[in-house]
């Protein structure tokens, strides 16, 4: 048990480093029902309930595998019924696989794909979001179609729900 308990704390140091889309400062903490980590391989395969926490930042998932490459987190892919993920108010994705390269900083949510940042909202049968431009590829398979809502609040310039609530509690 001590052997085990080295190698998963091997583990969770090594994702310290994971970075999405916001730089999230604290540790990284995974739980789940199972857990595996290889060393030399550099992976991680967790199931059932498998749930990520870092900041204000989670992800929730079946199955969940992590990649490492000399000693760094790579690559995050999760699978579910859906897999969620959500950072604060700003962000919320779930869809039946999640899969999120660190180096290009890219989510590929692909099966019922779903986003929410900042009120606007993507859906298709799969949905790539790059943590870097904000830049939102949807595609649509067999009858599923794309879809994008913009709220009308988000179509005034300058329009800031928190700046709305500001000034009229500010009002006498």
Known sequence: MPRHRKALGACLALFSSIACAAPVEGPISVSADRGRFEQDAGT???????ELLQGNRSMQADK?????KNGE?????ATGS?????EGEDLEAHAGNLVYDIK?????LTGDAFIRHKGNTFEGAKVEYSLDSKRVDASSEGDQRVRLVIPAE???PGNDKKDNTDSESSKP
């Open 44 to 50: 991680g395969v967790y199931s059932g309930n498998v």
């Open 64 to 68: 969940m595998s992590l990649f490492t």
């Open 73 to 77: 987190l790579v690559r995050v892919e």
């Open 82 to 86: 859906p897999v969620k993920l959500s």
């Open 104 to 108: 290009a900083r890219t989510l590929v």
């Open 154 to 156: 988000n179509q005034i």
